[in-house]
């Protein structure tokens, strides 16, 4: 069993930035991709970015390239999702799923409001 936690949304006014957070626990040794999705109002959950466990491996959704970053601290058990330049249409509330041996584990979601 795998737990993961994310942290760090909050209010950001158009033009700012957000770290958010996703601590992995358990038996992390069984994930070898961790990644954020985003599900704004009305909308379906739409991936945002993913990390590999083995070679750091990322990749960012086309929209996103140039202003969303991925990384992680292994040290920590934690992937950061660095998000720069923000724009009202990345409201939503973001979660991090955690994937290996072909099962999901997902986050409770952290709210990210993009707004004046």
């Known amino acids: 069993q795998v737990h993961v936690v994310e942290s760090g949304g909050g209010l950001v006014q158009p033009g700012g930035s957000l770290r958010l957070s996703c601590a992995a626990s358990?038996?992390?040794?069984?994930?070898?991709?961790m990644g954020w999705y985003r599900q704004a109002p009305g909308k379906e959950r739409e991936f945002v970015a993913h990390i590999t466990s083995g070679t750091n491996t990322n990749y960012v959704a086309e929209s996103m390239k140039g202003r969303f970053t991925i990384y992680r601290d292994n040290a920590k058990n934690t992937v950061y999702l660095q998000m720069n330049s923000l724009k009202a249409e990345d409201t939503a509330v973001y979660y991090c799923?955690?994937?290996?041996?072909?099962?999901?584990?997902w986050g409770q979601g952290t709210q990210v409001t993009v707004s004046t």
């Open positions: 358990g038996s992390i040794f069984s994930i070898n991709v």
């Open positions: 799923c955690a994937g290996g041996n072909g099962v999901h584990y």
